[in-house]
């Protein structure tokens, strides 16, 4: 079992960035995939970004290519997700999600995922 915890998240303007963190605890923190989801005031979860339990695969979800990179420390137990040139419409809750797997593929459906953040907030104002 893991268990994750999410910070980082705040207020930045346009066009700004921020870092988010996801720690996990435990020893085998390189045996789990990680997601970061994000849920916005009155609509449904969606997906952000996905990374490989050896960091050597990545997806984006297609709002956030080529502003986002999600990369892991497994010496450290933490997934980062660098937001850069953010919107406004990037505003909302952010959760990290882990999943024990052996393969080394992503997961990019919430219904793959069995442990969650309690998630931070990211507000950017226009």
């Known amino acids: 079992q893991v268990q994750l915890v999410e910070s980082g998240g705040g207020l930045v303007q346009a066009g700004g960035s921020l870092r988010l963190s996801c720690a996990a605890s435990?020893?085998?923190?390189?045996?789990?995939?990680v997601g970061w989801f994000r849920q916005a005031p009155g609509k449904e979860r969606e997906f952000v970004a996905a990374i490989s339990r050896s960091g050597g695969s990545t997806y984006y979800g297609d709002s956030v290519k080529g502003r986002f990179t999600i990369s892991r420390d497994n010496a450290k137990n933490t997934v980062f997700l660098q937001m850069n040139s953010l919107k406004p419409e990037d505003t909302g809750i952010y959760y990290c999600a882990a999943d024990l797997v052996i393969g080394l593929s992503v997961a990019v459906s919430q219904s793959q995922y069995d442990y969650w953040g309690q998630g931070t907030q990211v507000t950017v104002s226009s």
């Open positions: 435990g020893r085998t923190f390189s045996a789990y995939r």
